[in-house]
């Protein structure tokens, strides 16, 4: 079965660096997202990305964050100056058109020190 | 914006019913969903509803109501695997994007 791919699975950052988290959708999808969950907290929305451009993006998506696919397979999230409170699991998400068919990829656990 | 309401723990036993239910308010509601997520790990799709009725796919059924705006996950014949947060989701078309929003989860425990 399809899957998407997500590296690193585990990233330790030191406060202030910049981070970049990737992402290899399933091939065919055109639908791409990031999704973040603080630990014991809920999975919220950060961006969704269509025909190469930002589609929406929530509050916490502020400047700090950036999307980017840069070739036909990686889809990367980047934090330019990580703070304490991006520590968090990034669950990268796509989905091939207007069905239901959302995959989520195993995640990202960063951690911001 | 999106309101999804879900109780936030439940206990239950092997071989028992359980039913977790979710209300929501969106206002561009298109379609509904559960994911299961077991710690540390990524959601996986139980099932979607986007039109009033009852989905059943094995152990597990969903329930819609669009006029009020609720939802239900039946797990039938529980298993200690079930033993997991079930996450009601809602995709929201309000702003075009048709975006999926989560709510907090529902942490079940099966017990013997």
């Known amino acids: 079965e399809p899957e998407v791919t997500q590296t690193p699975s585990h990233q330790v950052t030191q406060m202030g660096q910049e981070v970049i988290l990737r992402c290899v959708p399933i091939?065919?999808?055109?639908?791409f997202y990031w999704y973040r969950q603080i630990l014991g907290q809920k999975v919220e929305f950060l961006v969704s990305?269509?025909?190469?451009?930002?589609?929406?993006k929530s509050e916490i998506f502020d400047d700090q964050f950036s999307v980017e696919r840069p070739d036909g397979s990686n889809f990367t999230l980047k934090i330019r100056s990580t703070k304490l409170e991006d520590s968090a699991m990034y669950f990268c998400?796509?989905?091939?058109?207007?069905?239901?068919?959302?995959?989520f990829g195993s995640g990202t656990r960063l951690t911001v020190v | 914006g999106q309101n999804i309401d879900q109780p936030t723990e439940m206990t239950a036993t092997e071989g028992a019913i359980v039913q977790i239910n979710c209300t929501y308010q969106?206002?561009?509601?298109?379609?509904l969903f559960w994911y299961q997520q077991h710690a540390g790990e990524a959601p996986t799709f139980l099932s979607y509803?986007?039109?009033?009725g009852l989905e059943e796919k094995g152990r597990f059924s969903s329930f819609l109501s669009r006029s009020k705006g609720y939802s239900y996950l039946l797990l039938k014949e529980l298993q200690m695997k079930d033993s997991a947060s079930y996450l009601c989701a809602v995709r929201d078309q309000s702003t075009g994007a048709n975006n999926l929003f989560f709510g907090t989860g529902t942490r079940l425990t099966v017990i013997p």
């Open positions: 091939s065919n999808h055109l639908y």
């Open positions: 990305f269509y025909n190469n451009e930002i589609s929406e």
């Open positions: 969106t206002s561009g509601f298109n379609g």
């Open positions: 998400a796509s989905r091939v058109g207007e069905d239901y068919g959302y995959t």
């Open positions: 509803n986007v039109l009033d």
